[in-house]
């Protein structure tokens, strides 16, 4: 096993911090980059290298943290990740996702990174009529989905260009310990707050809509593995299996034996009825299939809930 020097940008937050703990575990050396906007410090093991920095600012800062650190790998998960907040903020959302990777890209230029690894998202395919697969074509709904693919170009064309290699990662809706409610998949996130505090199980719409939950180790594996595979490739992390919101809040029934009642909203604005990745390409080109079934990562994911909680009847 070949040891790689790691740089994780946005490593403080939910998916961050799993993927650090994967690497670590794996021998790998790793250092985070984060300005915790979302992220906690805390989340990491206090004797790694951390710099807390804003991607989206000052270029110089920057390469002098590349000029320190000389990573190998770049694992690029900073990122402005509300679609709502894209909405109102299209300029605050280009500076962090497009911008801020192209900084990345230049100090990996600079500084012979030998690797990136980039956190893309399902919102890159807009509205499908079927399952998505990497090859489909792409109409971003929203500003947080157009800066992602934007970023997905540039690093191509510096793949193109100066030779950097990459793996892009398309994720589905990642689920898991440590998610922040106000994420991009915030449902689960929701439910097991709501659980935690006995608030509300809140839906939208008729709770019939369908979503691609993935767990977060399976995510942090497949970042680890494209370390050494899936050269200058676009691959979906993704269980390829639907999953109502219903579907979701019933598995929760049969993991705590509580009677939980939904509290029905009507639709949300510019929600997505039905999404589903296709992860054939995931398997064989990094030789991943997702380990946990849905119940096993809810499973899980309670289990972390603080020891306080109650679990309360609606
Ligand atoms: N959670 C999902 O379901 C999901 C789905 C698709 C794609 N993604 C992508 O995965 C990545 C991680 O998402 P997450 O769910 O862990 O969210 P998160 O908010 O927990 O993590 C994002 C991290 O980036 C940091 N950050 C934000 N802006 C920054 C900036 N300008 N400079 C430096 N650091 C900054 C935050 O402090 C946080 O630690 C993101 O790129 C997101 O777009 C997530």
Known sequence: MIYVKVMVTGGAGFIGSHIVEELLNQGHVVSVLDNLTSGKRGKLPGDIPFYHYDLGRDLAELEAIFSEEKPDVVIHHAAQVSVNHSLDHPIQDLETNTLGTLHLLQCCKTYNVKKIIFASSAAVYGNTEKDSVESDGNEPLSFYGLSKLTAEKYIKLYGDLYGLNYTILRYANV????????????????FCEALRSGGKFTVYGDGNQTRDFVYVKDVARANVLALTKADKDVLNISSATTTSVLEVLQSLRTLTGETIRPVFLGNKKGEIRHSLLKNNRAAEALGWIPHYSLLEGLKETIECVPESAVYQEL
């Open 175 to 190: 689920y898991g310990p440590g998610q922040n409610a106000e994420g991009e998949s915030g449902v689960i996130s929701l």
